[in-house]
């Protein structure tokens, strides 16, 4: 027999003439043709399926296949179909550089797409020249130049307002506004302060001026000093001067600015100050007053200081009108015993005498008296008048007017009891001890009387009523009595719907029958206004009455659609009104329906007579011929029926035929007298070719077999006996290192015959498997059962799939977030079993377990716990590491009174974890749980390189119990450690290891925990310090150098966090 031939030759030997479907006939053999491999002993499979986008490919060894030719546009490289890049073509089977500048291109020298800033001419790629002149542009040539017409795709620069451009030369027809032909005929802008316009000029430069021949002069050629000037009716005006220049409004003409201190333009504002000039005529002439500041048309309006103004408008000495002190023509304040006047003439003077006793005074502006500010030496101020001082006039007046303190000004001081007004003493009110004002209460009487908010006295019960604890000596309350709120150091009524409060207008809790929505107002209101509520509380509506549904945004009942009786919100109804029937979201009465007579409960309860209820009971419809359909659909139910039945007992016979007939065909059974393979008795029914079935791997120079994948070998078995008999294969109990699985399954042998199982084997782990698997025969004619057990033998290779039979558990170390931690022994090594808590029994589970743990395998670091592999096998899920002898540096922390740890170590043991973590951010993992627990210390030798490793680096990579809830109110650790972005549940990168570091850094150089827990009791409290953005200060154990990196480290903001590398280098300085 050949394999995978339908047809040999009759006359030939081993030669086939046509063969199974996909096969080919090839030199009298059977093969798959170019476009196809032979992916197994009786079956052709598409290249492209096993090499994508291959097109032809070639057999190699045992049914792999290689790739020789790529469909287009695809190269093969190296076995692979790699797609063409970008500015690359696919062209003869390769991938070729496009031609220069060209982004699309079909073929050798056909581009059909430029890159930016070229177009496309004649297949080929040209640069845009001036493409910003370009208005409008297609692939391959500028179509728009705007001013200028081209025949060459590039627009020109130029000052030429139109033109004609082509291959050889560029016509100016006309030059841009401000531009004229020179007298080589080239547009040039010279004169750029010239108004051209087709030649004619509108506008000179500034200095200049247009003439009558439409020619421009130079203003300064006319008039010296001017800088700009225009010509009206043949004359010279000047418009505006050179500095120190001004222009006389009489003569129009520039003159210089003498005398002139201010100007505007060309116009003189004000003359110098104190050179007795004005301005007249743009021009500063001189007054020729004496004394005389400012003058205005010849005449004195202002006088120097020391002066004052006469009604001749002359200047005169101040003492002159007894002043002390003038400004401004006026005179400010007179010399003692002098009042100023209101009218300043000649004859009434500025100031006049008012007597010997008086020494200040100035006249009431309500009735014209003298009122006294201060008398001279000898006499009090008393009643508005100075009267002479004796020491029973003060005793009378302290007895009438209750003034304590007298002078020559008037009252100073007033008792106790009164308040100073105007100079007299008028009596406090509201049983104040001292006041300010009538109104203002400055002390009430001690144990009596309170001084409320208001600075009024409020009597001592009162005060109580309100105040739950008050201050000491009774200077306000320090705690408010329900109903109340604190402002300074009184209590005052909340609103009347309040029952605690914040302040007037702010309610925290409601009154009975009252509830709170802050959205709408801070106060409470009134239950009444829950329209529609059945269930209220202080917080707005829970449940709603029918025909309204809870809005989701703010806890209010609003309307249901019309004629809903019960809805979840404004656009659906579940429950619509009697005699509604509930179409499209709306509930509509029943009598817009045809035919329907009755509703209820959304639907059509009943139709009119010779009509039926539609499917969805919404509408009514024909009532059918029921006899007739009846009698119809169940003939045609018997027939369906009867043959099914048959159809399934033909089809269930020819699959039992035709699939045994295949599964035959894929079977290598064989007379054993016709084989020249030598068996072996393993019983008195059954011989096999193999007393030990060894598995090896061909591919591995020792034969070592691979983990996880199925490795072949091939086992002959006989039968012997003289009835046919059975056979099939099983493994025993409690078989959990390895799958087997064998092809055929299940044999039927007669007599003489053999058959060639193919068997599988799939190792779970690293192992040395010597084991027995069961071969069951079956007697068919007797009737009896046959067991016989077969040796197998196998070597794995080496993986981090480790075999529990390796492990051996010495004492329990502890309980971490993954599990229970155990100090065991590995193939001579001391190691740390990591058991889990739960078993991985579900698939998905035991598929992220295995990617954790090819994730910890690709980890090679010298900071870094070395990883030994893991256990697969369910109910036994376990990882392996290396064991540290020291523990963590958490538990040195702890233990503090029994190792003394030099300073030097702890800088090294946080070198260690900062290069750890180095590692893993360099491979973009995140660790997101640095802390002291998970840096074990190896050493505490100064001398050695590695002191210290980083473990539990792959939760970043968890199975759903490595700290996969970074949420610390879920029990999962505390917020000591946690960045504020991870507190706020935000997202977050490396930048949170770096701040996890810092705080790590902090507690190693404290050597003691970073939060006081006699401060932070609680762990949410840890969490609003950080959140708010406030830190931990300088611990004495630490330098400032060393504090200013943990700054760093725990900035607020991610972004101002260094990164690992700076932190390395700032570690090993510090």
Not at 581 to 606: D, P, Q, R, S
Not at 1024 to 1031: D, H, P, Q, T, Y
Request: glycine residues 6%.
């Amino acid at each position: 027999k050949m394999p995978n031939c339908v047809t040999c030759s009759q006359t030939e030997k081993y030669q086939c003439i046509s063969c199974e479907d996909k096969f080919v006939v090839n030199n009298y053999q059977c093969e798959c043709p170019s476009y196809l491999y032979q992916n197994n002993s009786s079956t052709c499979d598409e290249c492209y399926n096993i090499k994508p986008k291959c097109k032809m490919c070639q057999n190699y060894g045992n049914y792999g296949a290689e790739c020789k030719v790529c469909y287009p546009p695809f190269e093969l490289i190296e076995g692979s179909c790699v797609e063409c890049q970008s500015y690359t073509n696919y062209f003869g089977n390769v991938c070729v550089n496009n031609n220069g500048n060209c982004e699309l291109q079909n073929g050798e020298n056909n581009c059909l797409k430029c890159q930016t800033d070229y177009h496309l001419r004649n297949k080929t790629c040209e640069i845009f020249e001036n493409k910003n002149l370009c208005e409008t542009n297609s692939k391959i040539t500028c179509e728009n130049c705007g001013n200028g017409i081209t025949t060459t795709g590039n627009c020109e620069e130029s000052n030429c307002k139109y033109y004609y451009k082509n291959k050889t030369t560029t016509i100016c027809l006309q030059c841009n506004d401000g531009s004229n032909f020179d007298t080589s005929g080239v547009c040039n802008n010279d004169n750029k302060d010239d108004l051209y316009k087709n030649s004619v000029i509108f506008k000179c430069k500034i200095d200049q001026y247009l003439n009558n021949n439409n020619l421009c002069h130079n203003c300064k050629d006319d008039q010296t000093n001017s800088i700009k000037c225009k010509m009206v009716n043949s004359k010279i005006h000047g418009i505006n001067c050179d500095n120190n220049n001004v222009i006389n409004t009489k003569e129009d003409m520039c003159i210089l600015k003498n005398k002139c201190d201010t100007v505007d333009g060309n116009d003189c504002v004000s003359c110098v100050a104190k050179t007795n000039t004005y301005i007249k005529e743009n021009v500063c002439i001189n007054c020729g007053l004496e004394n005389c500041l400012s003058c205005l048309d010849g005449k004195c309006i202002n006088c120097l200081d020391g002066y004052l103004l006469t009604t001749t408008n002359q200047c005169e000495t101040k003492e002159t009108y007894n002043c002390q002190q003038s400004k401004s023509n006026k005179c400010i304040k007179c010399l003692p015993m002098y009042i100023k006047v209101e009218k300043n003439t000649i004859d009434t003077q500025y100031c006049k005498l008012i007597g010997n006793d008086v020494k200040y005074a100035t006249k009431s502006f309500i009735n014209d008296t003298v009122v006294i500010f201060e008398c001279n030496n000898g006499f009090l101020l008393y009643d508005g008048n100075c009267t002479k001082e004796n020491d029973q006039l003060k005793q009378i007046e302290s007895e009438t007017d209750r003034c304590q303190i007298k002078s020559s000004k008037g009252c100073i001081s007033c008792l106790d009891g009164y308040y100073l007004t105007n100079g007299s003493c008028n009596k406090c009110e509201n049983n104040c001890t001292t006041c300010f004002n009538s109104t203002h209460c400055l002390s009430c009487r001690p144990e009596l009387e309170f001084l409320n908010k208001d600075n009024t006295c409020e009597r001592t019960e009162d005060f109580f009523k309100k105040c739950k604890k008050e201050m000491p000596n009774m200077i306000g309350c320090a705690l408010c009595q329900e109903g109340y709120y604190r402002e300074k150091s009184d209590c005052v009524t909340c609103d009347s719907t309040c029952a605690v409060c914040k302040d007037l207008n702010s309610c925290i809790t409601c009154k009975l029958n009252y509830f709170l929505i802050p959205s709408e107002m801070l106060t409470c209101q009134s239950y009444s206004g829950l329209v529609g509520c059945a269930d209220k509380t202080q917080f707005g509506c829970e449940r709603c009455e029918g025909g309204y549904y809870l809005d989701s945004y703010i806890p209010r009942c609003k309307t249901c659609i019309e004629n809903c009786t019960k809805c979840i919100d404004q656009y659906s109804c579940e429950v619509c009104q009697k005699d509604n029937i509930y179409v499209n979201n709306k509930c509509v009465h029943y009598t817009h329906f045809m035919f329907c007579i009755a509703a209820f409960n959304g639907e059509c309860l009943k139709c009119s007579q010779g009509k039926q209820l539609s499917d969805d009971r919404k509408s009514c419809e024909d009532t059918p011929n029921t006899v007739l359909i009846t009698s119809l659909s169940v003939t045609f139910v018997v027939i369906v029926i009867i043959v099914v039945i048959v159809l399934l007992f033909t089809l269930s016979y020819l699959y039992n035929y035709f699939g045994n007939k295949k599964k035959m065909q894929n079977v290598c059974v064989f007379k054993m007298k016709r084989s020249n393979i030598t068996f072996y008795d393993i019983n008195e029914w059954l011989v096999s070719n193999k007393k030990t079935l060894v598995f090896v791997n061909d591919d591995n120079e020792n034969s070592d077999i691979p983990v996880g994948k199925e490795t072949r070998e091939v086992l002959c078995v006989g039968n012997k006996s003289k009835n046919a008999i059975k056979i099939q294969f099983s493994v025993l109990k409690g078989c959990e290192n390895y799958n087997i699985r064998t092809e055929p399954s299940l044999v039927n042998l007669k007599s003489g015959e053999a058959c060639e199982f193919e068997m599988f084997l799939t190792p779970i782990c690293s192992c040395n498997i010597e084991d027995k698997i069961v071969c069951v025969g079956l007697d068919i004619q007797n009737g009896l059962q046959m067991i016989q057990q077969i040796q197998i033998s196998a070597k794995t290779q080496m993986t981090t799939h480790l075999d529990y039979h390796e492990l051996h558990e010495e004492k329990r170390l502890g309980e971490g977030s993954f599990g229970i931690v155990y100090l065991g022994e590995f193939r001579g090594y001391k190691v740390a079993i990591k058991k889990m808590k739960e078993g991985c029994n579900d698939e998905i589970k035991m598929k992220e377990f295995e990617k954790e743990v090819n994730m910890l395998d690709k980890f090679r670091s010298d900071y870094l716990v070395h990883f030994y592999g893991a256990v697969f096998i369910p109910n036994k899920i376990c990882m392996v590491t290396e064991f540290a002898q020291f523990g963590s540096l958490n538990d040195l922390i702890k233990n503090k009174k029994k190792i003394t740890i030099q300073k030097e170590i702890k800088i090294k043991v946080m070198n260690d974890m900062a290069n750890g973590l180095l590692y893993l951010h360099t491979n973009g993992i995140v660790h997101r749980d640095i802390k002291p627990d998970n840096l074990l210390v190896f050493s505490l030798d100064i001398n050695d390189k590695v002191n210290a490793k980083l473990t539990d680096f792959g939760s970043a990579r968890n199975i759903n119990l490595l700290m996969t809830n970074m949420t610390f109110t879920k029990g999962v650790g505390t917020p000591v450690y946690m960045a504020p972005e991870v507190l706020k549940k935000e997202k977050y990168k490396k930048s949170a290891d770096i701040y996890s570091f810092g705080v790590t850094l902090y507690e190693t150089l404290k050597w003691g925990d970073a939060y006081d827990k006699n401060v932070f009791k609680f762990p949410w409290k840890i969490a609003e310090f950080v959140i708010s953005g406030k830190r931990l200060e300088r611990n004495e154990n630490m330098s400032d150098s060393q504090y200013e990196l943990i700054q760093k480290c725990w900035s607020q903001q991610p972004d101002d966090r260094p990164n690992i590398n700076e932190v390395v280098n700032l570690l090993e300085t510090k």
